[in-house]
Structure formats: C-alpha cells, structure tokens
C-alpha cells in the first residue's frame, strides 16, 4: 500500500505563507492524480487543489491565485504553496492520491493549518 505522510503545518498570521508537503511510500506506479483536500470545523472535506499526471492543476475558486500546487513526475512528493494565507484557510489539510482504478485512492493524516487574524 502507499502511505502519505504530510508536513509543514502550523500557525501563521494572516497574509504569511506556508507549503505544505505530503511524501509516498509504496508503490505509485497507479498514481494518475494528486490532490489537497482541506476540512474545517463544521464543514465537509473539499477539494483545494488537484494536479494530474500531465501536470495539469485545478483549484478551488477560494484558493485560486494565493495557493499552488506542485508534484514530481515520480508522483513521490506533491506539495502545496500557501501565500496570502486568510483566516478562512484555517483548516486540516489532507494529501490524497488517486489510482487509476476509481475505487482505489490513499489518504494522509492530515496536518493542521491556522491562520490568525
């Protein structure tokens, strides 16, 4: 199986940066995506940022232009770059890795991001 391991959370005042790094271990050969996902206290898990195989990237509508998503061709590492952090990002984020079989995918812990005001 792969494992992710996350990294680089913390506290952060507001407009301070961050990057966020999950690493695998295993196999990825089956990876064709990789993503974050954040979860804050009340809501549901959504989706911040995706990146393919081809290096194509997606983010999310609140994220877009202060957050960048990044990953090696040997799907090993992906990383998130936090700037112009707001208090609204105060969140777990969590590094998801996606097969190519749909109902295959891995999870991270998860590592804690606050952004105070």
């Known amino acids: 199986q792969v494992q992710l391991v996350e990294s680089g959370g913390g506290l952060v005042q507001a407009g301070g940066s961050l990057r966020l790094s999950c690493a695998a271990s295993?196999?990825?050969?089956?990876?064709?995506?990789m993503a974050w996902y954040r979860q804050a206290p009340g809501k549901q898990r959504e989706l911040v940022a995706s990146?393919?195989?081809?290096?194509?990237?997606n983010y999310a509508d609140s994220v877009k232009g202060r957050f960048t998503i990044s990953g090696d061709n040997a799907k090993k590492t992906v990383y998130l770059q936090m700037n112009s952090l707001k208090p609204e990002d105060t969140a777990v984020y969590y590094c998801?890795?996606?097969?190519?079989?749909?109902?295959?995918?891995?999870w991270g812990q998860g590592t804690q991001v606050t952004v105070s005001s």
């Open positions: 295993g196999s990825t050969f089956s990876i064709n995506a």
């Open positions: 998801h890795r996606q097969t190519v079989w749909s109902t295959i995918s891995y």
């Open positions: 990146i393919t195989n081809g290096g194509s990237t």
